[in-house]
């Protein structure tokens, strides 16, 4: 199986690269606009350097990784989509000029553009978003789905910038799309590093007659949990917190009525766990192509979370309430 890697930063050595180099039937080739990043992958990890997209696509990829920092993936994808990759792999969020804060009506429209000028290659489209790997995560939508929880009736959220889009995404992985955001923004700006926003709070309905609230802010320390996640169903509930926070769970359909917590174990950082989601992401998208199968996480999702972003802005920049999928439509041709 042959993976393209297009940005060799960061991310894409620590959480990707020694991932995909002990997958045995995994040949890797890497393009970088600096040249010298892309080689010391190679040597790395090893591998082959392109020296262009052009010459990556014709290496003959079976899927492209495209990890390149979300302020730059729009333009990457400009240019990588007229060339016709088979399949891409997304980080997240799929498309943020301003950074993964600052997230605009404009970076949900071309995000949408761009999803269709794969879709008009034949190109398939997959998202990392591995915050559903994690292992408090796999094991909520196991016993959401095992028990009698029924519908779930609201959600609670209350989110660190840095955990952002991953979060939006779990919010609608465990509830459904949402119908209308009533936003505001606080007066206040956070800043973490060179990042800076202000908070935004907003009540929110979905299609399926759930309701929730989402707090997005950077002055969560980074010291503590860097999110917090309550989804609540007809029958129970669930709370989540943190990269390796435990997992409580509140089963009100057991016969006798049941609060568990599920730990991990305490013998590793909350950032180990964080590498390992990003390793179970992987493989579970690699074993999807080996069986030609759809992605786990679909391009789509990519575009959903930004749907629900660009709505939340102009609720906050127009003080009212929108209808996301009215004025927001995934398809290209409607109101947005």
């Given at each position: 199986?042959?993976?393209?890697?297009?940005?060799?930063g960061?991310v894409a050595?620590?959480c990707?690269l020694p991932?995909?180099a002990k997958e045995?039937?995994?040949?890797?080739a890497y393009?970088?606009?600096?040249?010298?990043?892309?080689?010391?992958?190679?040597?790395?990890?090893?591998?082959?350097?392109?020296?262009?997209?052009?010459?990556?696509?014709d290496?003959?990829?079976?899927?492209?990784?495209?990890?390149?920092?979300?302020?730059?993936?729009?333009?990457v994808?400009?240019e990588?989509?007229?060339?016709?990759?088979?399949?891409?792999?997304l980080?997240k969020p799929?498309?943020a000029?301003h950074g993964?804060?600052?997230?605009?009506?404009?970076?949900?429209?071309?995000?949408?553009?761009?999803?269709d000028?794969a879709?008009a290659?034949s190109?398939?489209?997959a998202m990392i978003?591995?915050?559903?790997?994690f292992?408090q995560?796999?094991?909520?939508?196991?016993?959401?789905?095992?028990?009698?929880?029924?519908?779930?009736?609201a959600?609670?959220?209350?989110?660190?910038y840095?955990?952002?889009s991953?979060?939006?995404?779990l919010?609608?992985?465990?509830?459904?799309?949402v119908a209308?955001?009533?936003?505001l923004?606080?007066?206040?700006e956070?800043?973490h590093g060179?990042?800076?926003?202000?908070d935004?709070?907003a009540?929110?309905?979905?299609?399926?007659g759930?309701?929730?609230t989402?707090?997005g802010?950077?002055g969560?320390n980074?010291a503590?949990?860097?999110?917090?996640?309550t989804?609540?169903y007809?029958r129970?509930?669930?709370h989540g917190?943190?990269l390796d926070?435990?997992l409580e769970?509140?089963?009100?359909?057991?016969?006798?009525k049941?609060?568990e917590?599920?730990?991990?174990?305490?013998n590793?950082?909350?950032w180990?766990q964080?590498?390992?989601?990003?390793?179970?992401?992987?493989?579970?998208?690699?074993?999807?192509?080996?069986?030609g199968?759809p992605?786990?996480v679909p391009?789509?999702a990519g575009?959903?979370?930004l749907?629900?972003?660009a709505?939340?802005?102009?609720?906050?920049?127009?003080g009212?309430?929108?209808?996301?999928?009215?004025?927001?439509?995934?398809?290209?041709?409607?109101?947005?």
């Amino acid at each position: 199986m042959r993976i393209g890697i297009v940005g060799t930063g960061k991310v894409a050595r620590d959480c990707y690269l020694p991932v995909l180099a002990k997958e045995k039937d995994v040949e890797l080739a890497y393009f970088s606009r600096t040249s010298g990043k892309a080689q010391a992958c190679a040597e790395a990890f090893g591998g082959t350097v392109c020296e262009s997209l052009r010459a990556l696509v014709d290496w003959g990829p079976d899927s492209i990784f495209v990890l390149t920092n979300e302020t730059t993936r729009a333009d990457v994808l400009e240019e990588l989509l007229p060339l016709q990759p088979r399949r891409l792999f997304l980080e997240k969020p799929l498309v943020a000029r301003h950074g993964q804060d600052n997230v605009d009506e404009e970076d949900f429209a071309t995000a949408r553009r761009l999803l269709d000028k794969a879709a008009a290659v034949s190109c398939e489209t997959a998202m990392i978003f591995n915050y559903r790997f994690f292992d408090q995560t796999l094991a909520a939508r196991d016993i959401v789905a095992s028990r009698n929880f029924g519908e779930p009736v609201a959600v609670q959220a209350s989110v660190n910038y840095a955990c952002w889009s991953h979060c939006i995404d779990l919010a609608l992985f465990f509830v459904g799309p949402v119908a209308t955001v009533s936003a505001l923004t606080g007066p206040r700006e956070h800043r973490h590093g060179q990042a800076r926003a202000r908070d935004v709070a907003a009540a929110l309905t979905f299609r399926n007659g759930a309701s929730g609230t989402i707090l997005g802010t950077w002055g969560m320390n980074f010291a503590f949990p860097l999110y917090e996640l309550t989804v609540h169903y007809e029958r129970g509930r669930f709370h989540g917190r943190g990269l390796d926070g435990d997992l409580e769970v509140f089963d009100y359909a057991a016969a006798v009525k049941r609060h568990e917590v599920h730990a991990l174990t305490r013998n590793t950082s909350r950032w180990d766990q964080y590498k390992a989601s990003f390793g179970k992401s992987i493989r579970a998208y690699l074993q999807s192509l080996r069986e030609g199968t759809p992605p786990p996480v679909p391009g789509l999702a990519g575009l959903e979370e930004l749907q629900f972003e660009a709505a939340l802005r102009r609720s906050a920049r127009q003080g009212r309430q929108v209808n996301v999928e009215a004025e927001f439509p995934l398809q290209a041709g409607g109101t947005a």
